[in-house]
T-cell receptor, first 116, second 116 residues
Framework: LAKTTQPISMDSYEGQEVNITCSHN???????ITWYQQFPSQGPRFIIQ???TKVTNEVASLFIPADRKSSTLSLPRVSLSDTAVYYC?????????????????FGKGTLLTVNP | ETGVTQSPTHLIKTRGQQVTLRCSSQ?????VSWYQQALGQGPQFIFQ???????GRGNFPPRFSGLQFPNYSSELNVNALELDDSALYLC???????????????FGAGSRLTVL
């Protein structure tokens, strides 16, 4: 299972762009890269998912280089409400029997603090 | 479309007791996973259920057990509670995505267990 490494914490200011990088040197062929956001005492919330190159949705962008050994979550123009823990998750997330016996490793995540 | 709901939201038990936590999966999702999240840590995978059978397990002892019902809802049972079992227990559901590793886990808000 691919282990991920992310910074423990990051600080930013409202309106800035924030980039959080995750290293996953042992990523496997079937693995996808997924980022989650978690507020205190709540379950993680899906942000974005990708396999290679660049993915963009209404809240974030995900950049994945050709070797897929790292990925960068980009949050444009952060606000105070973006203060949360961000997790990089790498794995084969097939449901049902296709993903049997996988063990998803969240790690400790990155605590992003957005200041006024 | 309803999300993942968990009950109870909070509960207090004493060492040696048993606890049952419940989870209703999101509509259309047939795979359920359970996670334990200690304070300041990322979620740790306990096990996954698909078609009413456990088909993946993390590093948790046998006193952690579960069930999945025909309507895809699930229970997590923990016997002989220990102080270290105090944590937020998260349930996540996902659809079967066939051969693709792309999938999204939808988490509930969790059940906060305190063991005294």
């Amino acid at each position: 299972l691919a282990k991920t490494t992310q910074p423990i914490s990051m600080d930013s200011y409202e309106g800035q762009e924030v980039n959080i990088t995750c290293s996953h040197n042992n990523i496997a062929t079937n693995d996808y890269i997924t980022w989650y956001q978690q507020f205190p005492s709540q379950g993680p919330r899906f942000i974005i998912q990708g396999y290679k190159t660049k993915v963009t949705n209404e809240v974030a962008s995900l950049f994945i280089p050709a070797d897929r050994k790292s990925s960068t979550l980009s949050l444009p123009r952060v606000s105070l409400s973006d203060t949360a823990v961000y997790y990089c998750l790498v794995g084969d997330l097939r449901g049902g029997s296709g993903g049997s016996n996988y063990k998803l490793t969240f790690g400790k995540g990155t605590l992003l603090t957005v200041n006024p | 479309e309803t999300g993942v709901t968990q009950s109870p939201t909070h509960l207090i038990k004493t060492r040696g007791q048993q606890v049952t936590l419940r989870c209703s999966s999101q509509s259309g999702h047939n795979t359920v996973s359970w996670y334990q999240q200690a304070l300041g840590q990322g979620p740790q995978f306990i096990f996954q259920y698909y078609r009413e059978e456990e088909n993946g397990r993390g590093n948790f002892p046998p006193r952690f057990s579960g069930l999945q019902f025909p309507n895809y809802s699930s229970e997590l049972n923990v016997n002989a509670l220990e102080l270290d079992d105090s944590a937020l227990y998260l349930c996540a559901s996902s659809p079967t995505s066939g051969s693709s590793g792309a999938n999204v886990l939808t988490f509930g808000a969790g059940s906060r267990l305190t063991v005294l």
